[in-house]
């Protein structure tokens, strides 16, 4: 059964950068479908972003186009969020997910917490 470890949430201060990591865990990672989502409080669980660690094709939410970054280490086993230029608005917990089906992410993570404040 695959297991989802997020990393590297944390307190920044607007316009500063963190990174995060979910490292897959109990089976394969090429040709999977790895994807970030967020969850602020009193919102709706919202996409991030999403990569195919075979091709590296990536996909992005509008709100992040072009700040996030997201990217795949096959040897680590391991998905990455690089977050640069982060708002207020970014503040949320931040999910992990694979395993696409049925129009929704059936394994996910359990979250890390992302907050930017100054």
């Known amino acids: 059964q695959v297991q989802l470890k997020e990393s590297g949430g944390g307190l920044v201060q607007p316009g500063e950068s963190l990174r995060l990591s979910c490292a897959v865990s109990g089976g394969t990672f090429d040709s999977r479908q790895m994807a970030w989502f967020r969850q602020a409080p009193g919102k709706e669980r919202e996409f991030v972003a999403t990569i195919r660690t075979s091709t590296g094709v990536t996909y992005y939410g509008d709100d992040v186009q072009g700040r996030f970054t997201i990217s795949a280490s096959n040897a680590r086993k391991t998905v990455y969020l690089q977050m640069n230029s982060l708002k207020f608005e970014d503040t949320a917990v931040y999910y992990c997910?694979?395993?696409?089906?049925?129009?929704?992410?059936?394994?996910w993570g359990q979250g890390t917490q992302v907050t930017v404040s100054s």
């Open positions: 997910a694979t395993d696409p089906y049925g129009g929704s992410y059936h394994t």
